[in-house]
């Protein structure tokens, strides 16, 4: 058997080309939104986008939703109202309230959380566009996807009946950012339609960029709620969701809770109750309406047996869709929570040594490194392979009190526009100690340590692990042999020692990307 060849896999961190960062975010579909502004100040006209315009086709060019298109008028604010505003009074999670014809809760949620983060904010809604000086019917947002920033260039046209918003809209007449963001993801997405159904997780990456945390609440040994109160100090975006029940989703409980049904994470608060420390989290319906009922809801006389200070600091009688409950209910209720943060060092409570991360670009391609799951023995090995080196734990991690100390997340990109006509394989991984073994060509008749918790036929996996020190494989697949996709793995850990990169850049990088093949 000869030596292994190193696959080349383009490290995100090493990348020559600086295009697809926030400074120098990929223009989609090649419009140059300072351009077309330009040349539509310079003719005195107003901008109108023919790579999504403003007809049938970017809203529902399948005719999936239940909608008659031809009462739809598409107007730009200017003719909706007098005097249209792109933000009133700052930007906030009860400014918007969900369309009638499009079931983006999902989206909506992860919209909640953003309007918590001006920093993020501002990088998906860059500051330089309003109604008044310069106004040519153009704005541009910008969205994380696959491992790149692109800049997403819109007109103001807007679909209308009777002279109303028919997706998602303002509170205040007046105000248009809500309706001209969810215009901007619908362009990514391929259509308006082709954002019905989704997880929340989708556009809090596409909002961030960042590291992804998903838990199922009832099948976790992680503290969730300190986690969460780390997350929120350090201006993580959370959303979470409810289970679809034996009926169908959007059936409302008799508590007020939604089956089926995405939802923003906005806080959490400990207060004393009784003697006794209670831990909440407060929840936010995206449709800005529907409570929770239950202990710690708004009218909950439980809040009278806490401090006046606790009081004012948390409790609301807003029929607004924002409510408190205990982290007991939150995870009774609810069936997972997905956490996005620029930075991942608020993975853990030590902040002695700081998380790094490496990111890696390949391919699973049929007949060659498409291997499928560890089920097909003949195929496995062929799967691209990753070697890391967890170094020595800290003292936190050595005395059992840090469970976790590397995050694997593997994500399958796509190419088709056309979010709803992307089909995801099963994808997953699974992590082999290497022991004495330089390259242990034998690895996939071994029992992998670690591995993601299943193959998901989602666009993401991930999974938040204890590694002892030794050097480790990760092997990403498709559950299926022979399936083609391209992927993007990234590697956070507390301890990672470098073994070397490809012949393109021999900085000082982290990990090692190999295929081992017999030849």
Same mark, same amino acid.
């Given at each position: 058997?000869?030596?292994?060849?190193?696959?080349?896999?383009?490290?995100?961190?090493?990348?020559?080309?600086?295009?697809?960062?926030?400074?120098?975010?990929?223009?989609?579909?090649?419009?140059?939104?300072?351009?077309?502004?330009?040349?539509?100040?310079?003719?005195?006209?107003?901008?109108?986008?023919?790579?999504?315009?403003?007809?049938?086709?970017?809203?529902?060019?399948?005719?999936?939703?239940?909608?008659?298109?031809?009462?739809?008028?598409?107007?730009?604010?200017?003719?909706?109202?007098?005097?249209?505003?792109?933000?009133?009074?700052?930007?906030?999670?009860?400014?918007?309230?969900?369309?009638?014809?499009?079931?983006?809760?999902?989206?909506?949620?992860?919209?909640?959380?953003?309007?918590?983060?001006?920093?993020?904010?501002?990088? +998906?809604? *860059?500051?330089?566009?309003?109604? !008044?000086?310069? /106004?040519?019917?153009?704005?541009? #947002?910008?969205?994380?996807?696959? @491992?790149?920033?692109?800049?997403?260039?819109?007109?103001?046209?807007?679909?209308?009946?009777?002279?109303?918003?028919?997706?998602?809209?303002?509170?205040?007449?007046?105000?248009?950012?809500?309706?001209?963001?969810?215009?901007?993801?619908?362009?990514?997405?391929?259509?308006?339609?082709?954002?019905?159904?989704?997880?929340?997780?989708?556009?809090?990456?596409?909002?961030?960029?960042?590291?992804?945390?998903?838990?199922?609440?009832?099948?976790?040994?992680?503290?969730?709620?300190?986690?969460?109160?780390?997350?929120?100090?350090?201006?993580?975006?959370?959303?979470?969701?409810?289970?679809?029940?034996?009926?169908?989703?959007?059936? +409302?409980? *008799?508590?007020?809770?939604?089956? !089926?049904?995405? /939802?923003?994470?906005?806080?959490? #608060?400990?207060?004393?109750?009784? @003697?006794?420390?209670?831990?909440?989290?407060?929840?936010?319906?995206?449709?800005?309406?529907?409570?929770?009922?239950?202990?710690?809801?708004?009218?909950?006389?439980?809040?009278?047996?806490?401090?006046?200070?606790?009081?004012?600091?948390?409790?609301?009688?807003?029929?607004?869709?924002?409510?408190?409950?205990?982290?007991?209910?939150?995870?009774?209720?609810?069936?997972?929570?997905?956490?996005?943060?620029?930075?991942?060092?608020?993975?853990?409570?030590?902040?002695?040594?700081?998380?790094?991360?490496?990111?890696?670009?390949?391919?699973?391609?049929?007949?060659?490194?498409?291997?499928?799951?560890?089920?097909?023995?003949?195929?496995?090995?062929?799967?691209?392979?990753?070697?890391?080196?967890?170094?020595?734990?800290?003292?936190?991690?050595?005395?059992?009190?840090?469970?976790?100390?590397?995050?694997?997340?593997?994500?399958?990109?796509?190419?088709?526009?056309?979010?709803?006509?992307?089909?995801?394989?099963?994808?997953?991984?699974?992590?082999?100690?290497?022991?004495?073994?330089?390259?242990?060509?034998?690895?996939?008749?071994?029992?992998?340590?670690?591995?993601?918790?299943?193959?998901?036929?989602?666009?993401?996996?991930?999974?938040?692990?204890?590694?002892?020190?030794?050097?480790?494989?990760?092997?990403?697949?498709?559950?299926?042999?022979?399936?083609?996709?391209?992927?993007?793995?990234?590697?956070?850990?507390?301890?990672?020692?470098?073994?070397?990169?490809?012949?393109?850049?021999?900085?000082?990088?982290?990990?090692?990307?190999?295929?081992?093949?017999?030849?």
């Amino acid at each position: 058997m000869p030596p292994p060849h190193l696959n080349h896999l383009r490290n995100e961190t090493t990348t020559k080309d600086n295009t697809g960062t926030l400074d120098v975010p990929l223009k989609f579909l090649d419009q140059d939104y300072q351009e077309l502004q330009k040349s539509c100040i310079a003719n005195k006209s107003r901008y109108v986008d023919d790579k999504f315009p403003p007809d049938s086709s970017s809203i529902d060019p399948r005719k999936k939703l239940k909608l008659d298109l031809n009462r739809i008028k598409w107007l730009r604010p200017s003719d909706i109202v007098s005097d249209p505003q792109l933000i009133v009074t700052g930007v906030s999670r009860f400014d918007y309230s969900q369309g009638s014809y499009l079931g983006n809760c999902w989206f909506l949620a992860s919209v909640g959380a953003l309007t918590f983060q001006k920093d993020t904010m501002d990088q +998906v809604m *860059p500051a330089d566009q309003s109604f !008044g000086k310069d /106004y040519a019917g153009i704005f541009h #947002f910008r969205f994380w996807r696959f @491992g790149k920033w692109i800049d997403v260039v819109i007109d103001d046209n807007l679909p209308t009946i009777n002279g109303k918003l028919i997706f998602v809209h303002s509170k205040t007449s007046t105000e248009f950012w809500p309706a001209l963001l969810e215009k901007a993801y619908a362009k990514v997405c391929g259509s308006y339609a082709d954002m019905h159904a989704g997880s929340v997780y989708e556009a809090l990456l596409d909002f961030t960029g960042g590291v992804h945390l998903y838990f199922k609440l009832k099948n976790t040994s992680t503290d969730l709620w300190s986690l969460m109160d780390r997350a929120v100090k350090a201006k993580a975006l959370m959303g979470c969701s409810t289970s679809q029940g034996e009926t169908s989703a959007n059936t +409302v409980l *008799p508590n007020g809770i939604v089956q !089926g049904h995405a /939802y923003t994470v906005t806080g959490v #608060f400990k207060v004393t109750c009784q @003697g006794q420390p209670v831990r909440l989290v407060r929840v936010l319906n995206p449709w800005g309406k529907g409570e929770w009922t239950g202990a710690w809801s708004d009218k909950s006389l439980l809040w009278n047996s806490v401090s006046e200070s606790d009081q004012s600091e948390c409790r609301s009688s807003a029929i607004d869709g924002e409510f408190w409950m205990s982290m007991e209910d939150f995870t009774e209720n609810f069936r997972d929570i997905d956490i996005c943060c620029l930075s991942p060092d608020f993975l853990d409570s030590s902040f002695k040594r700081s998380w790094t991360s490496t990111c890696y670009y390949g391919s699973w391609d049929a007949g060659t490194t498409a291997g499928g799951c560890p089920n097909n023995k003949e195929t496995f090995w062929r799967n691209p392979q990753f070697r890391v080196r967890i170094e020595e734990l800290d003292d936190k991690c050595a005395s059992g009190q840090c469970p976790e100390n590397i995050l694997v997340s593997l994500m399958q990109k796509h190419e088709n526009r056309y979010r709803g006509l992307v089909s995801n394989y099963a994808i997953g991984f699974s992590v082999y100690l290497m022991k004495d073994e330089k390259f242990p060509a034998k690895f996939y008749n071994k029992r992998p340590v670690a591995a993601s918790e299943k193959f998901s036929q989602t666009r993401h996996v991930m999974k938040f692990f204890k590694l002892q020190p030794g050097d480790y494989l990760i092997v990403p697949s498709t559950f299926n042999p022979n399936e083609t996709a391209k992927f993007m793995l990234s590697i956070f850990t507390k301890e990672f020692q470098s073994l070397g990169q490809n012949n393109e850049n021999k900085s000082n990088l982290k990990g090692e990307a190999c295929s081992f093949s017999l030849l």
